[in-house]
């Protein structure tokens, strides 16, 4: 158990909807990344937040965006979804946020969005 | 650019044998190295890390791997495989965006372990 926690796990829906992934970072991590996993693009960094702040920013489309609140978990949000956005959703927490860190990320479970 | 190759798609060996995935890397600087391991409907294991020191990194369930400065390398190897080490590995570089910490992966190999 890497201790990150996603919810939901699976999630079905159409397109044009918009979406909310939840992440639980593991306790003490400040930094939540984000990433897409999916058979074409493989795994694709989105997006990094640290301790609330946007850090650094990856491939992630004008229609995702995320956060992170003040008890330090994150929500993604996906909006005008398209086909093309079914994938593997992963949030990873570690304990450092910059150049310095060597410290590695801890990955959740995923959530596994399918557009119809 | 910074990145991280994965010349093979799929290793195949036999239980028992050595297995050897490899990865090699492009990045300015000093490399932070990584590999991750994936079991299906799951996320990304971290196994083990390069940063600084000895060439021979030793990881989980009995991994380790080789940094090779001269040849950009860092090679995963197990002396013994296991059919439960069937998975899907990453091997990933950290580099830097706007000084911030920014993990590269690659496109992943799948190992499949034969009784």
């Known amino acids: 158990d890497s201790g990150v926690t996603q919810t939901p796990k699976h999630l079905i829906t159409a397109t044009g909807q918009r979406v909310t992934l939840r992440c639980s970072p593991r306790?003490?991590?400040?930094?939540v990344y984000w990433y897409q996993q999916s058979l074409d693009q493989g795994l694709q960094f989105l997006i990094q937040?640290?301790?609330?702040?946007?850090?650094a920013k990856g491939n992630i489309l004008e229609r995702f965006s995320a956060q992170q609140f003040p008890d330090l978990h994150s929500e993604l949000n996906l909006s005008s979804l398209e086909l093309g956005d079914s994938a593997l959703y992963f949030c990873?927490?570690?304990?450092?946020?910059?150049?310095?860190?060597?410290?590695?990320?801890?990955f959740g479970d995923g959530t596994r969005l399918s557009i119809l | 650019a910074q990145s991280v190759a994965q010349p093979e798609d799929q290793v195949n060996v036999a239980e028992g044998n050595p297995l050897t995935v490899k990865c090699t890397y492009s990045v300015s600087g000093n490399p932070y190295l990584f590999w991750y391991v994936q079991y299906p409907n799951r996320g990304l294991q971290f196994l083990l890390k390069y940063i600084t020191g000895d060439n021979l990194v030793k990881g989980s369930y009995g991994f380790e791997a080789e940094f090779n400065k001269s040849q950009t390398s860092f090679h995963l190897k197990k002396p013994s495989a296991l059919v439960s080490d069937s998975a899907l590995y990453f091997c990933a570089v950290r580099g830097l965006s706007g000084g911030y910490n920014k993990l590269i992966f690659g496109a992943g190999t799948r190992l499949a372990v034969h009784p």
């Open positions: 990873a927490s570690s304990a450092g946020q910059g150049a310095s860190s060597n410290q590695p990320q801890h």
């Open positions: 306790s003490g991590d400040l930094s």
């Open positions: 937040y640290y301790n609330g702040e946007e850090r």
